[in-house]
Structure formats: C-alpha cells, structure tokens
C-alpha cells in the first residue's frame, strides 16, 4: 500500500500534468484562432450595425474565426485599408469601389487599387437631402448659398452628394457653404439650425433622421434628387438608378419622395484564401435573418440579390459558391 504522502504527491503529479496538459491545448487552440478586422462605417449609418450583425455571425459560425467590426469614415476609407491591408473585410458603395478600381475621383492621387475584390451585393442605398420644413428650400437647386453638409471626408456619401449637387449646376467647392460632418454631427448640427441641409446616403430608416424626425419641435423634408440620373450614369458609370423613400419610412413625411440609388458590397483583398471566402458568404446567406436582426436592410441579401449591380470583379471564392448554386453573376 502507498502511504499517505506518497498518494498526496501522486495526486499533485497528476493534476500538475493534466494543468499542463491543458495549458498545450488551450495554446494550441488559440494559435488557430483567426481574426479579421471588418471595417464598417460611422455609428450613424446602416454599416456599422450591419457590419456587426455579419461579424457576430461569422464568429458564431465559423469554427477557431474572430471578426471585429471597425468603426471607419466608410466607402473610400475601407477600400484603401483593404488595399493596405489593414483591413481584411469591409462594406463599401459600388460606384466608389467602380472609382478606386480605375484610379479616379478620390483614388487619382493614390492610384488604382486593382487587388479589391467583391463577395456580394448587400443592399441599396438612398441618398437623403434632409432639410427641416419651413426653410424655403423645396428643390436641390434652392441649395445654392446655404449650408451643406456633403458627408464625413472619406466617404462614399461625400463622392455622391458632390456628383448629384453637380448634376443640378451646384459646385460643392464653390456655391455651397461646405461641411463635412459625420452623419451624427450633421444631424445635431440641422437640430440647432447650424446646418440647412445634411446629404445622408443610408438604407432604410436611417436612425440618425429618425432620431431627427422624433425631436420635439422638429420636421424634416427630404428632397426629390433623382432628376438628373441620366447625368449622373453618363459621366460615372451605371451605378446609379432611382429609388422611392416610403411616405411611412419617417415621421412627417408628406408623400413618397424619388432618390439616386445604388449598391454595397461587401469586399476583400484578391489575396484572400479562396476556401475562406467561400465559408463566409456560405455562412452570410445561410444565416441571413440573423443579420436583419441587426439592421432590416440585411433583408435586402438574397442569393440572387448578391450578384446584381457589382461595381468589382467577384473573388474566385464567391465565384466558386454562385456556381455550385447554379447563380450566373451578372
């Protein structure tokens, strides 16, 4: 028989070895471990809770992978931490990613990032004129003079409220008083009267002119500013299309109110592992109301939704998932 010290050194041995024992395969677990950075948007608009709702399922879904989602000044912005690769995943407008692919607009100065690729089409976009009601302002055109806020600097939203004030004749630079606010600051700015329209390119609602909207003493108008389309698509590309605003979208609303559209898209370097990507639009659709959760817009993403409108040629791994589900990429 053992004596008693001998079993208590025995049953130190033992559960020194199994501590150890899990210390190895806790390292080794964590060594698989894979993270990615999402790069999103402003907490103001649609891409930041939808780049979360697509960041927790990832990571829910996807064995030994961590995706964090970055709060960024969006469109122009993620596309050049994708180039850099400073960012592994990111949402970004169509037209912009059409721009930053041939090195123009925003990209003249660094030049075209030919190595970004698209995983899929996530919805639409509407671009708000939002003004409060009693200002005098009724058209695009009656901007000329007043303070706009054309969207945070390194934004997608910046790039289509330039090009849309353009195709009315207005010149950003030269007859507007410019501001280039977030679209947080831009709609404290219209509450106090600082501002007299913030150009909002956002999915439906936008929670920053629904918070608007719902302050006392507060009602916003938005503007019609799909009438030069035709403009817009000639000189930039086919990107843009119109697109209705519900009357019951916001509080106050009058009627229904036609804008410029366009596309996002979820987007990575060419250099991604192909098999990765694969899994993760896989995952993305197959978990797709999980998503809505986050922003309503995410029900926009459908199989077939995900391939219409690309600015970007498709990476090999998304290309590999449309065709096993019989999806032709347009």
């Known amino acids: 028989m053992f004596s008693r010290k001998a079993k208590i050194a025995g049953f130190t041995f033992f559960l020194t070895l199994v501590l150890i024992l899990s210390f190895w395969v806790s390292a080794g677990a964590q060594s698989k471990l894979k993270v990615l950075s999402f790069a999103t948007g402003g907490t103001g608009g649609v891409y930041y809770p939808m780049g979360g709702g697509m960041a927790k399922v990832l990571s829910k879904y996807i064995p030994n992978l961590e995706v964090t989602a970055e709060v960024t000044a969006a469109s122009v912005d993620n596309l050049k931490l994708i180039h850099a690769k400073k960012a592994d995943l990111a949402l970004a407008m169509c037209d912009v990613a ?80 410019r501001e280039r606010l977030s679209f947080a600051e831009a709609g404290g700015a219209l509450k106090d009267r600082k501002l007299d329209c913030a150009v909002i390119e956002s999915g439906l609602p936008n929670s920053v002119i629904l918070d608007l909207s719902a302050t006392p003493g507060i009602e916003i108008k938005i503007l019609n500013n799909s009438e030069h389309i035709d403009k817009l698509t000639n000189k930039y590309g086919p990107f843009y299309y119109k697109l209705i605003i519900p009357k019951t979208t916001y509080p106050h609303m009058d009627a229904e109110v036609p ?14 592992d192909p098999e990765l990507v694969y899994t993760i639009l896989k995952v993305l659709l197959e978990h797709q109301p999980e998503i809505v959760a986050s922003h309503a ?3 926009s993403f459908t199989l077939t939704s995900a391939v219409v409108g690309s600015a970007i040629p498709f990476h090999p791994g998304a290309w590999k998932y449309f065709q096993e589900k019989g999806i032709k990429i347009k």
Do not use: W
Request: glycine share 12%.
């Open 98 to 177: 059409y721009d930053a692919l041939r090195g123009v607009g925003r990209f003249k100065s660094t030049g075209a990032i030919p190595g970004v690729r698209n995983i899929a089409v996530v919805y639409s976009n509407c671009l708000h004129f939002v003004v409060l009601k009693g200002s005098r302002i009724n058209s695009v055109s009656d901007l000329k003079g007043k303070r706009v806020s054309t969207g945070a600097a390194g934004s997608g939203t910046e790039v289509k409220a330039v090009r849309t004030l353009e195709s009315y004749g207005i010149d950003a630079d030269k007859d507007v008083k």
């Open 259 to 272: 804008v410029v559209g366009s596309g996002n898209q979820l987007i990575c370097h060419e250099s991604m």
């Open 297 to 299: 817009e995410a029900s």
